[in-house]
């Protein structure tokens, strides 16, 4: 691929003088040093793609001779104590002022997906649960508390959130995901940044764009998006962020679309991000992306021409070492194949960012004061935190009646995940990330597994447990996952089961996943998956629990939805007429993290309502797959096709323990103009006997567009609280950009015509429903802000 000179900038951007005086006095060695980072504590840890192939031999004194941009993963690679490590880089920021001829101190930067991803470390739920809970508030407390620790450690920028919006749950990186509606991993999104960003450091939004749309749900396969997906789908929820959120770091995607890698494309890096959405911060490639560009897309013949694309495209930082943007970059400029103001352009927005983070300052060593002697990395705010965002994340899929379990009851706690730490926690933990390397390594933290936190709520006479079938294997890859020994073994684990089944009240059977990375899980990053089934032998197992007449709750602790229609509702057999398993109650627990145990038993004993919604359809089937709710009329099922993709519970399906109804919607006008606001409100009312929380969705439908339009689009949400016979009214107002979508020109608009409105238990129910007409000429958007729909309880009575 040719080098396009011409996206050579005229002009530096806006910068402050000392910015400009130390790029004057910089060479080339300097300015270069600035656009990397070095990994301190890179060995044989896979903890990043092809990590080890890509290994430095650089040693570290020579790496930093002329400054260093980045130092990667200080906390994140091996367990080291965080007072130990802080001691350590405080140190070494002060060699770098007095050392290095311009006396920059390093950014660090860490994974901070479920928490800083550093030994002993508060582990929050992952992102999914976080679309779950559908509470930006709590999600922005938590970035916060995040951010403090980051503060607390030196640590500069996090390298989160993850805003892809899910188009496939084969996808092994589902679990780092908040959702499958833009709208939700928005507001989410958003609110995880503004949290962060809050404590003084910096977020960074991964993965931009179009990583989560790729072939057959397979990482870094081809996306083939086109433009309006792109635009309507997969580019709002970083709009919002950079827009709104004010984000200051972004990271590109590994993806390429249409044949286009988006490391080397400036139509996305830089025409989006930065000439049409304004962003002014710094892009960072995500880790080996830059030398990507050769070795597996190959659009690049070597390192220094792959650096050359990168930097024209707009990627200003190369994470996680130099690989690409030291020894190859510097030849191609020192040949003239590169033209220097692209570096000095990158170069003005790294110092920018160091600036902006208080590193460029004079009195830099009295600021940064001694290292902390002491550091609680997982104290009582973060635990709390964790607690209730575990708390509302967890989904209430199906229940007959058996939960809350009663006083008394005599539980059989049955299943692989049933006494597993791991299994509550994702692929980003640092547990899971990292401490997998190390076995034999304490976690640093409490973490109960499901049978501590069962033994702690019903005492230890009321709790029989049994396995019933294993994770054996997991260290050498995920053939080996769920599959445990064979014959009498595995007969004696499911008899073992069964027998603890027949001599209890109840039996909760908990299944799912383990995280990992590469093939060390059944999910995580590189771990996709063709089927949708429950991995190893877990539907067999759970089958022959419920094969017992033993009332069954099923509790699926997982990174991504599996098919269990057969467990929810009896569909799904393996065979036509065959009998399925059918269970009284299903829990969706999308890995709810280090107080996640005691909140499932909080939760499965009522101390605690359920709340959690399904940020994502509970799919039919594999071979359902890609599938949205977004989807137009021919998306869905239709008389024209035997195959039926309606999920077997839609997006923002969840139950409780009480009931609501929804009544009366009502718009303020039956006609708007194109352009203005739609205001409606809605009557909510708790019918049933036990205080709850609601989750009110307003949803909407374009009937008639100039393109194809979703039968169903999240326009609004809000949690709210009720007491029996408590009824409040909700009060949405829509702004005109929430109804605008990319016309035939690729221009986003709101047209005239019929807009339905309903609120109803998930996508799919339209409890109470009404329409307003837009009127006027097509409004178009054009730089217009992307807005957050207002959502208000305006009163409340009791009944």
């Known amino acids: 691929m040719t080098l396009e000179h011409d996206l050579a900038p005229s ?100 994974e901070v997906l479920t928490g800083l991803a550093a030994w002993k470390a508060a582990t929050f739920p992952t992102p999914l649960a976080w679309g779950a809970a559908f509470d930006p508030a709590l999600v922005e407390r938590m970035g916060a508390a995040i951010g403090r620790s980051m503060r607390e450690l030196g640590v500069h920028q996090g390298l989160a959130p993850v805003l892809d919006v899910i188009r496939d749950p084969r996808w092994g990186r589902v679990d780092e995901c908040i959702g499958e509606d833009p709208y939700l991993v928005g507001t989410v999104g958003t609110a995880y940044v503004r949290g962060l960003q809050s404590a003084g450091v910096h977020a960074t939004l991964k993965h931009f764009v179009g990583y989560s749309a ?3 749900g397979r990482n870094h396969a081809p996306v083939h998006a086109g433009r309006r997906e792109l635009e309507d789908v997969l580019l709002p929820p970083f709009e919002m962020a950079v827009r709104l ?35 002014d911060g710094v892009v960072v490639s995500d880790y080996f992306a830059v030398a990507f560009l050769q070795t597996m897309h190959g659009v690049a013949a070597d390192r220094g021409e792959a650096a050359g694309l990168a930097l024209a495209a707009g990627i200003d930082v190369e994470l996680p070492s130099g690989d690409a943007y030291l020894g190859p970059l510097a030849s191609r400029v020192r040949s003239g194949g590169v033209p220097e103001a692209l570096v000095d352009l990158a170069v003005v927005r790294a110092l920018t960012q160091k600036e902006e983070l208080g590193l460029l300052d004079d009195d830099y060593d009295e600021v940064l004061g001694e290292a902390p002697a002491v550091v609680d990395v997982d104290d009582a705010e973060h635990r709390a935190l964790a607690r209730q965002l575990a708390e509302e994340s967890l989904v209430l899929v199906s229940n007959d009646g058996v939960l809350p379990l009663p006083a008394g009851v005599r539980v059989a706690l049955i299943g692989p995940n049933a006494d597993s730490a791991e299994a509550l926690m994702g692929c980003y933990s640092f547990a899971n990330h990292v401490l997998a390397h190390h076995p034999g390594t304490p976690y640093g933290f409490e973490i109960p597994t499901v049978r501590e936190a069962f033994v702690r709520r019903f005492g230890a006479g009321a709790v029989e447990y049994a396995e019933g079938c294993g994770f054996e294997g997991a260290a050498e890859g995920v053939e080996a996952f769920g599959v445990e020994a064979s014959g009498a073994g595995a007969a004696a684990a499911v008899e073992a089961a069964v027998a603890a089944a027949l001599a209890a009240d109840v039996a909760v059977v908990v299944v799912g996943d383990r995280a990992g990375l590469f093939g060390r899980g059944t999910v995580g990053e590189g771990n996709d998956v063709e089927s949708l089934e429950l991995p190893g032998r877990q ?52 890995f709810p993290g280090e107080e996640g145990a005691t909140a499932l038993a909080a939760v499965l004993a009522g101390d605690v309502e359920p709340s959690g919604r399904l940020p994502v359809s509970l799919p039919r089937a594999a071979g359902a797959q890609p599938y949205s709710y977004l989807h137009p009329i021919l998306g869905g099922p239709t008389e024209i096709t035997s195959a039926d993709s309606t999920p077997v519970r839609p997006f923002g399906f969840g139950l409780g323990y009480t009931s609501f109804e929804r009544s009366g919607l009502r718009v303020a006008s039956p006609t708007v103009v194109a352009g203005e606001p739609v205001a409606a409100t809605v009557r909510v009312r708790n019918s049933g006997a036990r205080r709850g929380v609601d989750l009110v969705q307003l949803y909407g439908r374009d009937v008639l567009g100039s393109v194809t339009r979703p039968v169903a689009q999240l326009l609004g949400y809000l ?66 802000l992307p807005a957050v729909t207002l959502a208000e309880v305006v009163s409340r009575s009791r009944g």
């Open 539 to 590: 539907r067999a197992l759970v089958e022959a629990v419920a094969a017992t007449g033993t009332p069954v709750v099923l509790v699926v602790l997982s990174g991504r939805p599996y098919a269990i229609g057969w467990a929810v509702d009896g569909v799904g057999g393996r065979h036509a007429g065959e009998p399925t398993g059918a269970v009284s109650a299903v829990v969706q627990a999308f």
């Open 214 to 216: 790729s072939q057959g």
């Open 719 to 784: 949690r709210v609280a009720l007491e029996p016979g408590e009824e409040v009214e909700v009060r949405f107002e829509v702004p005109a950009v929430r109804l605008a979508f990319t016309d035939a020109r690729y221009e986003r608009v709101v047209e005239p015509g019929v807009l339905e409105l309903w609120v109803g238990g998930s996508s799919a129910e339209r409890e109470t429903e009404t329409s307003v007409l837009i009127e006027g000429e097509v409004w178009h958007v054009g730089d217009a």
């Open 245 to 279: 959120g004010g984000v200051r770091s972004v990271m590109n995607s590994y993806a390429e679309i249409d044949g286009m890698p988006v490391g080397a494309t400036a139509e996305y890096l830089t025409g989006v991000l930065r000439d049409r959405w304004g962003f």
């Open 11 to 110: 002009g530096l951007p806006p910068a402050s003088d000392r910015v400009l005086d130390l790029l004057s006095r910089m060479t080339l060695d300097e300015k270069l040093a600035q656009l990397v980072g070095y990994w301190v504590d890179q060995g044989g840890e896979v903890v990043a793609p092809m990590a080890g192939e890509m290994a430095s031999s650089t040693r570290y004194d020579e790496a930093t001779a002329h400054g260093i941009g980045h130092l990667t993963r200080v906390y994140g690679t091996r367990p080291v104590d965080p007072a130990d490590r802080a001691a350590w880089l405080w140190r070494e920021q002060r060699r770098l002022r007095r050392e290095t001829r311009l006396g920059i101190p390093a950014l660090v930067h860490e």
